[in-house]
């Protein structure tokens, strides 16, 4: 099984639609989870840190499975600038791994 | 603040030739990542420092591949000699938190160096 494993997409979702993506991961002894976006040719930058069951940041909510090792990141009235790949990090003890992402196209 | 600072942005070079990427991480940030990112293989860490010390260099590919961090304000990631298959984009990152916080995957990208090796 893989470390990180997230569906690529893409997602092709109108503005304003809801979308959520998942992303499993393997290492149980992950403490710390975060969601990083990608913008094309550009470099990763933190969207969410979550470190309990799960976080929300306006439009952006993050859940924790720590059961099926799981996390989601949900999207809500979705922009157009929302479009991105969005990348899942676990954070196992002494280690950071980076998911290959997923990809989300907002269209008008 | 300048943000994580990386040169050059692109780097063009033939097969056999030494490459040096530089990164100045954000001052005050005792954490600095070096990553390199394809198409095939994702984002992908390759060493990690903690006050300027080594921590893992488990993600180092081979030998031709070394980093240094001679003080806190700045680090280089050298290939020696360079072949086609180094090709990709290398980002450097810094963190204010260490490694065993939890924390680290706080993570501030410079704008990364795409590195193409004919």
């Known amino acids: 099984r893989k470390e990180v494993e997230q569906d690529p997409g893409p997602f092709n979702v109108p503005e304003g639609a809801t979308v959520a993506f998942n992303c499993t991961y393997s290492n149980s002894a992950s403490q710390s989870f975060f969601w990083y976006r990608q913008d094309c040719r550009k470099e990763p930058k933190l969207l969410m840190s979550v470190y309990s069951s799960g976080n929300e940041d306006g439009r952006f909510t993050a859940q924790l499975n720590r059961a099926s090792q799981y996390i989601s990141l949900l999207i809500r009235d979705s922009k157009l600038s929302d479009s991105a790949t969005y990348l899942c990090v676990p954070n196992p003890p002494d280690k950071l791994i980076f998911g290959t992402g997923t990809r989300l196209q907002v269209f008008p | 603040d300048a943000g994580v600072i990386q040169s050059p942005r692109h780097e063009v070079t033939e097969m056999g030739q030494e490459v040096t990427l530089r990164c100045k991480p954000i001052?005050?940030?005792?954490?600095l990542f070096w990553y390199r990112q394809t198409m095939m293989r994702g984002l992908e860490l390759l060493i990690y420092?903690?006050?300027?010390?080594?921590?893992?260099d488990s993600g180092m590919p081979e030998d031709r591949f070394s980093a240094k961090m001679p003080n806190a304000s700045f680090s280089t990631l050298k290939i020696q000699p360079s072949e086609p298959r180094d090709s990709a984009v290398y980002f450097c990152a810094s963190s204010p938190y260490g490694g065993g916080s939890g924390r680290a995957g706080e993570q501030f990208f410079g704008p990364g160096t795409r590195l193409t090796v004919l």
């Open positions: 001052s005050g940030h005792n954490s």
């Open positions: 420092f903690n006050n300027n010390v080594p921590i893992d």
